[in-house]
């Protein structure tokens, strides 16, 4: 699904995009934006919450400046989903075998990915 990324690009089913995205299971690639650009917070990751996902992994950039907060990783768990943290290009890894391994055992997780892709 997720074909490439380096910083400030990912590369998504043949598409090129420049600015922070949520990626569903499904394919669908929305715009993410962030209240404060290296905070997520609970506002922050509502949307994805609201798909009911098994999984969300998160990239918090090449370098990995932008932090989760406990408040929005509490969130998260409570609702019973799965959270990965990690830089983007490793996050992006992850979303992917994630992904490749569940279609192969023919029962494809509901995972969501959420990707800073610059700092």
Known sequence: MIKEYRFGFIKINGK????????????????WWRRESHIIDVDDIKRAIEQKPEIIVIGTGESGIAKVTERAQQFIEKEGIQLIIDKTEEA????NIILEKSKKEGKEKKVIGLFHLTC
């Open 16 to 31: 090129e995009y420049d600015f922070d995205v949520e990626v569903r299971w499904t394919g669908e690639v929305l715009k």
């Open 92 to 95: 992006v890894r992850t979303f």
